[in-house]
Every structure is written in C-alpha cells, then in structure tokens.
C-alpha cells in the first residue's frame, strides 16, 4: 500500500496547525483539544504497513453527516465562517483516517490551508497570525517532500523488477537533498515578496469593506461600555482583561504637526464615550440619543467638533478600536475635542451640546486622531455667570453636600455663591467622596423602594465606579452646580517599549464633568472632569518590573505594531510610505468605501481585468483539459483494439481495460509503458493481492478478446466493469 509513511506525520502536523490557528482564532479550546486527540490517535492507529483505515462506505457517511449538520446550523444561525470551518475542522480529521493515496494526503494539505484562512478571517491578532505563518510554511515543505515522496515510491518498484533507471538519483541523494532546500527557501522567498507587493498595493480598509464582515476580523470580543448606568442590583462584577483600543498621545501645534508624546506610567487619560444626564429610579440615562445621518468624512479627511478658538494648549489622540461594532458605534475621545479625522471612509455625527462623537462604520478594527483641548486653568474672565441653576430631589443629599461645603468655608447655597467657587465646590465633594467611601466590586443589593444614591450615601458606603460618580453628580446638583455622568474608559496601561496605552475591558470607567462657569451665550459653558473614585484603583495591579511583565509588554507593543502598521495599512499608511501626506485631491475625491490610494484607480482597474482574465481562462483550461482527455482516451482505445490478427474490434470494446489502466494509475499503481500486463500484475501480488488478482483477471480477458478473437459476453464486460471499480491501493 502506498502510504508514503514517512511523511505522514508531516501531513498530520499540517492538519494539527489548521486545527490550532483556527481553535485559537475561535476561542474554541474544547473543539481545539478534541480534534488534536483524535489526530493524535491517528499516528498510531492508520501506522503504515499495517494500520486501519476506515472503511470507504463509512467515510462517505460521515461526510454527509457533517454537510448535512453544517448545513443545518447555517439555516438556524446563518452563514458563518465558524460554522463553515468547525465542518472543515472534522472533515479533515476524518480524511487523516482515509490516506489510500497520495491524493488524499493532498486533499488533507487543502483541507488544512483552508483551515488557515478560516483562522484569518475569525481573527487577525498577532499570534494567531504568527501560528497561520508556521502553518504556511510546513504546508509549502511538506507539500514539495510529498513529490519526492512519490517519486521515491516509483523508483522503488521499478528497482524491485529489477529495473534501473540511468541517470535517476536517489531522493535520499546529498544533490536532490540539498536542491530540494534550494527550491524550498526560493518558493518562500518569492511568497515573501509577492506578499510584500500585494500588502502595499492593497490596503486593508478597501479589502475590508469589499469583503462586508469576513474583513472585519476582530482583534478582541465587546467592550465593558455601557451607555447606561443601573444602580442598585447587587452582585459581584466579573472583569475581563481582553484589549478593547489602543491610545496614543502626543503634543500638536496651531498647525496641526504632532510635537512629542504624552503620558507614561501613572498619567491617566479619561476617554469619555457617553453623557448621562437623566437620572430616574436609580438608572442614568442620555437625553440626546443618538443621532442618525452625518457627514460622510473621506479618508484623512478633518472635521470640527467645536466652536472654540483655536488654543496653543492641545493634543492629538490616535485611537484604535479593535472590534468596533458594525453600523453607527461611539467614539471615545479625550475632552475636549476639537477636531476629528479617520483613516477609512465613515459618516460621522455628534451632540452639539455634549460633544459626545459618533461612527457609521462596517465593524472591526477602526482607527482615528482627535485633536483635544487641555482645559484646566481658564481665565477668571470666562467664569461670568451660570448657564442654569442645577437641584436634586434629595434633602438627604443636600444636607451631606451643604455640610462639607460649609466645613471647608463653601457658601452653598447657589444664590450666595459666587461662580468662581464652583470649581472649588466640585473639588471638595470629589476629595470627601475619595477619603469617606470604599472603592469595591461586590456591589451590595439596595433595598426595595430605597434609592440606590442615598443608600450608597449614608448605608453602604461602598461601591465601584459608576455608585461614585452618580453620588457626585446628585451632590453636585443639589448646591447648584450642573454636572453629568460620563462614561467610557480610564488608560492607565502605558507600554513603554511602544509609547502607547492598552485600554481593556475592566478599564471601563464612569467619572463626572460638572459646569463650573459660562461665558456669553450657551456654547461658551465650561465643563470639567472629576473624577470622585479613589485613585489607587485605577492603577494596575503587580509588579511591572518583573520577567513576566517585561516579556508581556514586549508582546504587547509588537501586537500594537502588528494592529497599525499591518492590520491598519490603509491608503494614509501607503501615502505616508510614499513619503507624503494624502494629497487634497484625494481626501475629496469619490471613494468606494474607503478604499482611495495612490494606487487605487490603477489598481481597481488591473484587478478587473485579472480577475476577468482569471476567469476566462480557468474555463477555457477546463475545457481544453476535457477535450485533452476524451482525445487521448479515444487514441489510446484505438491503440489498445488493434492486432496483428484479423479481428474485427471496435474500441469500446477494450474500454474495460482502459478503465483498469486509469483506475491503477489513480490509486499510484501505474503500469509502466515497458511492462506487460500479466507481469504487473505479478508486481502487485506481494503488497496488493486483491488488485494483483484483479489485474490478472482483466488482462486475460484483454488478451484473450485482443489476440485470441474470444467473443466476451455482456455478462462478463459488466463483471469486469464491477472488478475495476473495486481497485484501489
């Protein structure tokens, strides 16, 4: 049998690495685990020269079965690349148990590449990209040893009939040992290269929306935002450290030119992403919405958020969100932004009132830069009055905030105040808030027809995040002072080898931005952030000097190069290659879903014509192979009926041996042309008796028929027709 032995594991090692790139890319651990063991088993179980295979009639079953079940799950939850793959993921398990011939470790090598590109369009993050390139390359090696393979299976039985082939090295040979490897590094060369050219020619934001949500691949899960705060139901919070953005900070001028970098291990930044400011039975909601419509922005393209002049006094934020979700998502800037540009073409919308921003986009990864102003010391000029006077409901709450004010010298009645101690006002209610109250996750359950506020206040006493802004803001409003809820992400995670912030899921944060003053007219009205929850719980935890932490950050500021100068290359990063920014033409010039380049145009074009070009000529060599094929078979039926003896036949009527001939050659028992029939079959009686046996059979009929003018009845033609179905290796 052959079964090309030594090079089974070769292909089993394939299938395992499509298996391990796309479990790891489907957070499928459980199927992952179970598809391995079963591979595993198969060293053993299928070991050449005597190891079972499963029988034919029992693969074809088990094929249906699992069309059958994929076919199934896509009608219930639709098509997936999931759903599609977990079906690849067992059928090439089950293929590793039916390797008859080296067609079916060939369909195994298939099987497992499309497995690697399942992985790829689940999931792009930098290691599953790295265990795809590991699969890659053993496919590309193992697929040219199994030709050598083959070859050496060839020599070996002619070498067995005592055949010699001049001039045929061995495989094993030091010369076809070391051009194998020759060939081998220049196949991945030139895949280096090809990649290369396409990787800069194509950049991903077109690729990505062409291919709807398959390019949207995802580089985390959901994010801890909520655009909501519920008070009051208790329980323990989970927290997940999955990476939901990346940050990057710098200084800018008047001129719009990035100056140095911000921040650094304990500077934390407050991206805000929604303004709350109803507030009713415990549940903080927005009055605004969200909006639907905007302006579509092209690629590189600014537009301005705010109605202030422009400040020497800002900074620019790149931000990079891994999975956003498709259609209209929030962005999260810092405060307060000025202008806003993205790399891909969105519709872009915003709350003129609380400069909250939003994103039409296809989902996935999404990159844009907000420039922000950093408003902390304004000019007592600004402080001129109060836009409106704010109240709560609560005379518990007003009593508590009246009392802290008042022990630190604070008028608070609002009509006695002046507005230039607002700020001061909102500075002592977050600095008692921090020193009184107990930062926890185990929120407590507030009791029926209690409110979740006042409960936090003077029972509890402790809570997380959003039980301390919503305490702040009620205090806040009950001695005059408008002020909100806000909700987002705090960055306290700063990787030093790449100069940027990791931002998660347990980053999710809620602070407080309350009004301290108004100029003119209501555009003017000043807005700054507190933030009432005790510091030392924003701060990650552990040492981050340790071996561990350092090779963590290490991996980390590689994954954040790999998202923005592989995943992200977009036309900005071709025009940036090029050595120029994205000239004005372009950022007004009519896009196709964000795909306008330097190379665009010519590209849309070469690519039609490519792919046209491609498809007409897979037909035309469909059809040149077919007509190729019933040629020769009718050349060789000729052959194969002529005879020295004056015998009338027709071709059909040697078509059975023809059909023998064919069936040997697919199961890689070729008849060589120098071999009679009788004596091939005599080759095959030691390793294949059955198809010795059958090989016989058939030629005696053939010679009889051929050369002894024996008339052979329908009858027979039909039970030999029946035997040469049956040869297989």
């Not at 977990?86 to 079916?104: A, C, E, H, N, S």
């Not at 206040?457 to 205090?475: I, P, T």
Request: charged share 20%; glycine share 10%.
């Amino acid at each position: 049998m052959i079964s090309l032995g030594r090079f089974r594991w070769l292909v089993v090692a394939c299938a395992a690495l499509g298996v391990v790139s796309f479990g790891l890319a489907d957070s499928s651990p459980g199927l992952m685990l179970a598809a391995l063991v079963v591979l595993g088993a198969s060293a053993w179980i299928t070991r050449p020269p005597n190891g079972l295979l499963v029988p034919q009639w029992i693969v074809n079953v088990v094929v249906v079965a699992l069309g059958l079940s994929a076919v199934w799950t896509s009608l219930r939850g639709g098509p997936s690349v999931s759903g599609f793959a977990r079906f690849l993921v067992w059928l090439t398990v089950l293929k590793v148990y039916d390797l008859r011939r080296p067609r079916d470790e060939g369909q195994v090598l298939v099987l497992s590449a499309f497995l690697g590109i399942a992985a790829m369009l689940t999931d792009i993050r930098l290691w599953v990209s790295l265990v795809v390139l590991a699969q890659a390359s053993m496919l590309a090696w193992t697929a040219m040893r199994l030709h050598f393979a083959v070859g050496a299976k060839r020599i070996a039985d002619a070498a067995a009939l005592g055949v010699r082939r001049v001039g045929v090295l061995a495989p094993d040979a030091a010369p076809v040992r070391r051009s194998l490897r020759r060939t081998g590094a220049a196949m991945l060369v030139a895949m280096l290269g090809i990649s290369v050219v396409v990787f800069v020619l194509v950049p991903r934001s077109g690729l990505g929306n062409r291919i709807g949500s398959f390019g949207a691949a995802s580089l985390g899960r959901q994010t801890g935002f909520a655009d909501e705060v519920v008070l009051g139901v208790g329980g323990l919070l989970s927290q997940s450290t999955l990476p939901v953005l990346d940050l990057r900070v710098a200084e800018v001028d008047l001129d719009g030119n990035e100056g140095s970098p911000i921040g650094g291990p304990g500077h934390i930044f407050h991206l805000r992403g929604a303004v709350l400011d109803h507030y009713k039975d415990g549940w903080w909601t927005a009055s605004s919405g969200v909006p639907r419509g905007g302006n579509e922005v092209q690629p590189g393209g600014r537009m301005p958020v705010s109605v202030l002049p422009p400040l020497q006094d800002r900074v620019k934020a790149d931000v990079t969100l891994r999975n956003a979700r498709p259609g209209v998502t929030r962005l999260f800037s810092l405060w307060r932004p000025y202008w806003v540009s993205f790399t891909d073409k969105v519709r872009f919308d915003m709350h003129q009132w609380t400069s909250e921003l939003f994103a039409e986009t296809p989902g996935g990864r999404t990159r844009y830069s907000v420039e922000c102003y950093l408003l902390d010391d304004l000019p007592d000029a600004t402080f001129l009055r109060r836009y409106e006077t704010a109240d709560f409901p609560s005379e518990r709450v007003r009593g508590l905030a009246s009392e802290w004010l008042r022990a630190e010298g604070i008028e608070p009645d609002p009509n006695s105040r002046d507005v230039r101690d607002d700020g001061y006002a909102a500075r002592v209610i977050e600095s008692e808030l921090r020193d009184r109250y107990t930062y926890t996750l185990d929120i407590p359950a507030t009791p029926a027809g209690a409110d979740p506020i006042e409960w936090f206040l003077f029972e509890s006493k402790r809570g997380q995040c959003e039980y301390f802004a919503s305490a702040m803001v009620a205090m806040c409003r009950s001695v005059g002072i408008d002020a909100r809820v806000v909700t987002g992400y705090v960055a306290v995670e700063f990787n030093e080898a790449s100069g940027h912030y990791i931002v998660r899921e347990n980053d999710a944060h809620a602070w407080v931005e309350a009004c301290i003053g108004c100029g003119p007219n209501a555009t003017s009205q000043v807005w700054r952030t507190f933030d009432p929850t005790p510091p030392s719980v924003l701060y990650p935890s552990g040492d981050g000097r340790g071996v561990f932490a350092r090779l963590s950050g290490l991996f980390e500021a590689a994954e954040y190069a790999w998202v923005r100068g592989v995943v992200g290359f977009d036309s900005s990063s071709q025009w940036a290659l090029a050595g120029s920014r994205t000239p004005e033409w372009q950022l007004h010039a009519r896009g196709d879903g964000g795909s306008s380049s330097p190379f665009g145009a010519l590209l849309a074009r070469v690519a039609f014509v490519g792919v046209a070009a491609l498809v007409l000529g897979a037909v035309a060599w469909g059809g040149r192979a077919w007509i190729t094929r019933r040629i020769e078979r009718r050349r060789r039926l000729r052959a194969l009926s002529t005879s020295d003896q004056q015998h009338d036949l027709r071709p059909t009527d040697v078509a059975f041996y023809a059909d023998l001939l064919d069936r040997l050659r697919e199961s890689g028992l070729a008849k060589p042309e120098w071999r009679a029939p009788l004596h091939h079959a005599g080759a095959l009686r030691d390793e294949h008796p059955g198809v010795s046996e059958t090989t016989d059979r058939v030629a005696r009929a053939y010679y009889a028929l051929r050369f002894g003018g024996l008339a052979i009845s329908e009858q027979d033609r039909a039970d030999l027709a029946r035997a040469v179905a049956q040869v297989r290796a």
